[in-house]
């Protein structure tokens, strides 16, 4: 990982959006989540796209509960964790109210794709207590494929308001 949180570099087929090439800068990343929303939750609310809100209603949620539309994001509260996050005490977790109906950019966290030219991607890596050299899920070409290549199409294709 570079000092940018850059882990890797993707490079798409144009017509298709499919990964065509994926270049790991390190190889000694780990990441499981451990459900404690301390940043994910916690640092404001993301942009939606079009498709997030759509599930939003679909899961039974009005745009004025969850909208913030001055920024066109996830209304969250004064101390920045998100409306939809609750805290669920017989478990000792944090739980979201919408977790299979949640935006893309929470889906997609503690990861992040920054496109620096046509066609080509960085995955970036944003701060998260999951994150470990040691425990985890290895963050390989295999976890890419596994968890977020269909993220990473969803996001090429989303209108964020």
């Known amino acids: 990982m570079d000092s940018s949180g ?3 570099q993707l ?3 144009p017509k298709t959006c499919n ?16 459900r404690c929303a ?3 939750c916690k640092l404001g609310s993301p942009k939606l796209s079009a498709n997030d809100v759509i ?3 679909q899961a039974g949620y009005n745009r004025a509960e969850f909208i913030d539309s001055a920024h066109s994001s996830l209304k969250n509260w004064a101390d920045g964790s998100c409306v939809l996050l609750q805290f669920n005490k017989e478990r000792n977790v944090y739980e979201c109210l919408v977790y299979d109906s949640r935006p893309i950019l ?5 990861f992040y794709f920054q496109e620096t030219s046509p066609n080509l991607f960085i995955l970036e890596i944003m701060p998260c207590r999951g ?3 040691l425990a985890g899920e290895p963050v390989n070409e295999r976890f890419f494929v ?3 290549r269909d993220l990473l199409h969803e996001f090429v294709s989303a209108k964020f308001y």
């Open 146 to 148: 596994n968890h977020l």
């Open 38 to 40: 301390t940043f994910c």
């Open 106 to 110: 929470c889906r997609l966290y503690p």
């Open 19 to 34: 990964v065509k090439h994926i270049t790991f800068y390190t190889r000694n990343l780990r990441f499981k989540c451990k």
């Open 55 to 57: 599930r939003l209603k």
């Open 131 to 133: 994150i470990s050299r």
């Open 6 to 8: 850059s882990i890797a």
């Open 11 to 13: 490079r798409l087929e």
